[in-house]
């Protein structure tokens, strides 16, 4: 088979290699992957930032879309022909994350997905949503699956205001899942045309952050001076104070991501005078996975990003690293 993996950390390391095409053992599940969807975790991983000391080489991408070529003795919920998604971390099945669970994820603890063909376990797949194409699907193990529990951690309902930051994978996701539990969706991004893009799929008020930096202040005059009930907060150190002082009192932080730089230290302060709620999410279980797909077959909702070649993938690598792109980057595996 072929595949992309990291033999040195740098993106022009990235290396297009040949690798014996795995065979399925007791158990396990051969995979024709279709296409796989890029996150930022990637770009850290090939990049030696989120983990310096990891064992390389190492297939790069957790996240993808295929079928189903042959299965292992003893599988019964797969055939072949089946369209499935991998899970991100192959052992969290269900119920609160523990340290065994959350040992191997795809393309970090072990190998990843940017490949012709992977072998996964029986249950670290799911079905695929039937109106949903290989690139598409592609898009949900991780960002998706995240973005959906973010929500969860401040049970959103018709009504509530959330705030995004950004217009990448994980907050297109905030964004069309707030809209489906009927919240108010503000958001903020570098572009005003991603602000109108964001708009076209719900987001009912937008600021461009590099005009105006100020907005916490913002988010209070959207919201009659009283803040905002969740912000999925993308950027960490560097964002964490302005998203503390845009929640409201009681209001809740979903700590997700690492995006922005800045050296700000932990505003204790804000984080107790406000009785905030700072809530670590770290993606999700098959169980989470399995309930966002129900959600998104029955609204027919359909994810929004950009696809390429698998050849390609240094270059999206690049976008992805400017910054240029909206919601996911996708690679199909031809
Ligand atoms: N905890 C978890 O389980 C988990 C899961 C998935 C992702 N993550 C993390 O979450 C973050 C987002 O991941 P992703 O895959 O969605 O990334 P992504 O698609 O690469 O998102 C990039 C976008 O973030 C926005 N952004 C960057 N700096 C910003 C800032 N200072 N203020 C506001 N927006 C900013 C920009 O949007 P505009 O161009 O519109 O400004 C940029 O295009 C990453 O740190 C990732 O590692 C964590």
């Known amino acids: 088979m072929r595949a ?23 158990g396990g599940v051969l995979v024709r992957v279709r296409a796989v969807s890029l996150n930022y975790r990637d770009l850290m991983i090939l990049k030696g930032i989120y983990n310096p000391k990891m064992k390389l080489p190492r297939i790069l991408c957790s996240d993808a879309a295929g079928e189903v070529t042959a299965v292992g003795a003893g599988v019964k919920a797969w055939k ?28 970090g603890d072990i190998d990843g997905v940017l ?4 072998v996964l376990k029986e249950q670290g797949l799911v079905a695929v949503p039937e109106h949903l194409s290989f690139q598409e699907a592609a898009t949900l193990p991780c960002a998706a699956v995240t973005a959906w529990n973010a929500l969860a951690s401040a049970a959103i309902k018709p009504g509530s205001t959330v705030l995004i930051l950004g217009t990448g994978g994980v907050s297109i996701f905030a964004l069309q899942f707030a809209r489906l539990k009927g919240a108010r969706v503000l958001g903020i991004s570098s572009s005003d045309e991603k602000l109108e893009r964001a708009g076209a799929l719900g987001l009912d008020a937008g600021l461009n952050y590099r005009e105006d930096p100020e907005w916490d202040r913002w988010a209070h005059s959207q919201t009659d001076g009283e803040g905002v009930d969740l912000v999925v907060e993308v950027g960490g150190l560097g964002t964490l104070t302005r998203s503390l002082r845009a929640i409201r009192m009681g209001g809740t932080i979903a700590q997700v991501g690492v995006l922005a730089a800045g050296g700000e230290s932990i505003p204790l302060g804000l984080i107790l005078h406000k009785w905030s709620h700072i809530h670590g999410i770290y993606v999700g ?16 909702l359909r994810p929004v990003g950009e696809e390429f070649g698998w050849s390609q993938a240094r270059e999206v690598l690049e976008r992805m690293e400017e910054g240029s792109h909206f919601g996911k980057l996708v690679l199909t595996v031809d």
């Open 80 to 107: 072949p022909g089946d369209r499935v998604c991998g899970i991100f971390m192959q052992n969290w099945l269900d119920g609160p994350l523990t340290p065994p669970k959350a040992r191997g994820a795809l393309g």
């Open 115 to 118: 490949a012709d063909y992977v």
């Open 285 to 300: 279980s098959r169980k989470d996975f399995l309930e966002m797909n129900k959600a998104i077959s029955l609204a027919e």
């Open 4 to 26: 992309w993996q990291v033999s040195a950390f740098g993106i022009d390391s990235l290396e297009f290699v040949e690798r014996p095409t795995p065979t399925p053992g007791p």
